[in-house]
């Protein structure tokens, strides 16, 4: 594990996995978005807007992903200061902020016509909008300090208690009454049938290949900026 | 790596992990306290459990009972059942499309002194199960179906 | 002609689906975007750099 720490041993690999995800992200949107805005069946109760799922569902699952991946890459960076899992953290943000608003905004779109409201105040909703008001914070955070490692550790530790938030969202459906379903992901399987399983889980495949494809571009940039500052400082150093 | 850098480390795990379980404790401590307010809506067996004082806004949710739907003009009456207690609503305004009988809703308003429920918002609730209308047919027509029941999961 | 009105207009909730849709587009199209885009600033900044700390230790 504290391999990897290394900087440019991570970015080897890095590099080697990105053609990788990219070819399965562009696979599965090809292959995902036909199945999931034509060939799959309207739903018996829904109709055509079940189509929303396919990404209402996939955005839901990546801001929750990206946003364990950042509380691992803090609590890393917290107990053994591997720089490369804050790195992965930081460069990770602004993507779980992104997916968080995807859910968010679809989400609305299906509730006005399925519900009948854009919004309510119920637990599964209240607790993603707070995901992502977390994940804003936490951009703020990074940059908020003149010492940029006073910033790190306080993003860092807010990640960390922002992390209880995620068994809340996944259990809000069952702990409290919602107006929000409950998840579809079960022991048994998912609770839909085959023709709209496979456009989703094809859909959840290409948001997490993309997602790996867009952070190592991002990691790449947070490590040349790192360069960059130490380059400034013994230039600035030498005259 | 010397033993003192080490114990620093582990320290510090120490210190992550204490913090995370007490906070967790204390989210989950302030979350039960709070059940009340978190929870969207109450059944009709909750409901009448409660003795709710009169013009409190709460919201009823629950089945509308198959048969129970009478329109008069603009106002719709429908029966709220959770199977054991039933509850009468009455409501003037827009229906959400998936308003129908056999379906989930949650309604918003007050208790009437004749334990009518008026509503000043009905919303659909649905639950988790997707599929095409030529499943839901099936299922029905063989006598799997069953409301709110979980279809047989195909996973590919 | 017909089949392509009656599938866009996705049973009456054509506006729902395609706004769906065109947000998860336009999230994920512009992340790609901004993030290639900084990458390749980066790389210019840290050329930029290399070059400066050349000409210093030519001086």
Not at chain 1, 190 to 202: E, K, Q, V, W
Not at chain 2, 17 to 45: Q, Y
Not at chain 2, 76 to 82: A, E, L, R
């Amino acid at each position: 594990m504290h391999k990897y720490a290394n900087p440019t041993q991570f970015i080897r690999i890095a590099n080697a996995v990105l053609p990788w995800s990219t070819a399965i992200a562009v696979a599965a949107f090809v292959i995902g978005l036909p199945l999931a805005l034509v060939f799959s069946p309207p739903d018996y109760q829904q109709g055509e807007t079940v189509r929303i799922m396919y990404v209402h569902v996939p955005a839901a699952w990546m801001s929750l992903m990206v946003y364990m991946v950042i509380a691992g890459s803090s609590a890393a960076f917290l107990i053994w200061r591997h720089t490369v899992a804050h790195l992965i953290a930081r460069a990770s943000a602004p993507l779980g902020a992104m997916f968080a608003a995807v859910c968010l905004i679809s989400g609305m779109l299906w509730g006005q016509p399925m519900w009948g409201t854009f919004w309510v105040w119920d637990a599964r909703l209240t607790s993603v909008l707070i995901l992502f008001f977390i994940y804003i914070g936490y951009i703020a955070l990074l940059d908020a300090f003149d010492d940029p490692e006073r910033g790190d550790r306080a993003a860092a530790i807010l990640a960390l208690v922002g992390s209880v938030n995620v068994p809340i969202i996944h259990f809000s459906v069952e702990w409290w009454s919602t107006l929000h379903q409950g998840t579809i992901i079960t022991m048994d399987g998912l609770t839909l049938s085959g023709d709209m399983a496979r456009p989703l889980l094809i859909m959840v495949a290409g948001f997490t290949a993309f997602y790996v494809s867009v952070v190592i571009i991002r990691l790449r940039a947070e490590l040349l900026a790192a360069k960059i500052r130490n380059a400034r400082q013994s230039l600035a150093a030498a005259e | 790596m010397t033993a003192k850098t080490m114990s620093r480390k582990n320290r510090r795990m120490i210190l992550v992990v204490l913090g995370l379980a007490l906070l967790g404790s204390g989210a989950a401590l302030v979350l039960t306290a709070m059940n009340d307010a978190i929870v969207f809506f109450f059944s009709p067996s909750e409901i009448k459990e409660r003795n709710l004082a009169a013009d409190q806004r709460v919201r009823l949710g629950g089945l509308v009972e198959d048969g129970s739907v009478t329109k008069a003009g603009g106002t719709v009456s429908f029966i709220v059942t959770d199977t054991v207690e039933k509850i009468s609503v009455s409501y003037t305004g827009v229906l959400p499309d998936l308003f129908r009988e056999g379906q989930g809703i949650v309604a918003e308003g007050r208790l009437g002194p004749d334990g009518v429920f008026q509503a000043s918002e009905v919303l659909a609730k649905h639950d988790e199960n997707y599929m095409p209308r030529e499943v839901a047919d099936a299922l029905k027509k063989n006598g799997h179906w069953q409301p709110g029941m979980e279809p047989v999961a195909d996973t590919p | 002609m017909d089949q392509l009105v009656t599938y866009f207009a996705m049973g009456g909730y054509a506006v729902f689906v395609w706004s769906s849709y065109a947000a998860a587009a336009i999230g994920l199209v512009g992340a790609l975007v901004l993030s290639w885009q900084g990458w390749k600033a980066r790389e210019r900044e840290f050329e930029d750099l290399r070059a400066a700390r050349r000409g210093q230790e030519t001086q």
